[in-house]
């Protein structure tokens, strides 16, 4: 559904999302507003973006993590054990999104127990690297995505049945 010309709703979720655009009218940021938050995504050129999809394609293609993928995910376990989540290995943008959610995977995290292993099962179509994480009382499925500075910029935790 439309909202304008700069401007659209999506019916699946809450969500709307609006484009910045300079004094042409030409597109240079894409606005996601949803949960009382603004994502801002700038618009990158024509090179990049076919750099970061070869990139991509490559990593799913040699399914092969990311560089420190695992690493970040141990030392976000140990903060998280601890109560004391820091951000500085995340990206600004995706550190605003998980503050909010600390509280939660700090209380799934610490119900699980003790860490016991973490495996890497493959890479997403998205460029995420997905590992199976075990602790004493479960596991999850816990899917990351790292910038090219080593910095998280995605994740998500769901238990394993």
Avoid at 31 to 46: F, S, T
Avoid at 48 to 75: C, M, Y
């Amino acid at each position: 559904m439309t909202l304008g010309s700069r401007a659209w709703s999506v019916t699946v979720v809450d969500a709307q999302i609006s484009f910045e655009t300079d004094p042409q009218g030409h597109a240079n940021a894409l606005i996601l507003h949803q949960g009382g938050r603004d994502q801002k995504a700038k618009r990158i050129d024509d090179a990049t973006a076919k750099q970061l999809e070869d990139t991509v394609a490559q990593r799913f293609k040699e399914q092969k993590p990311f560089p420190g993928s695992e690493r970040a995910i141990r030392v976000e376990i140990d903060e998280m054990q601890r109560k004391q989540p820091t951000y500085e290995q995340m990206t600004p943008e995706f550190a605003e999104v998980a503050r909010p959610q600390a509280e939660h995977v700090e209380a799934l995290i610490g119900g699980l127990g003790t860490l016991q292993s973490i495996t890497f099962k493959r890479v997403g179509p998205g460029g995420f690297d997905i590992y199976e994480v075990k602790f004493e009382h479960g596991s999850l499925d816990w899917r990351i995505l790292l910038d090219a500075d080593g910095k998280i910029a995605g994740e998500r935790l769901s238990p394993i049945p």
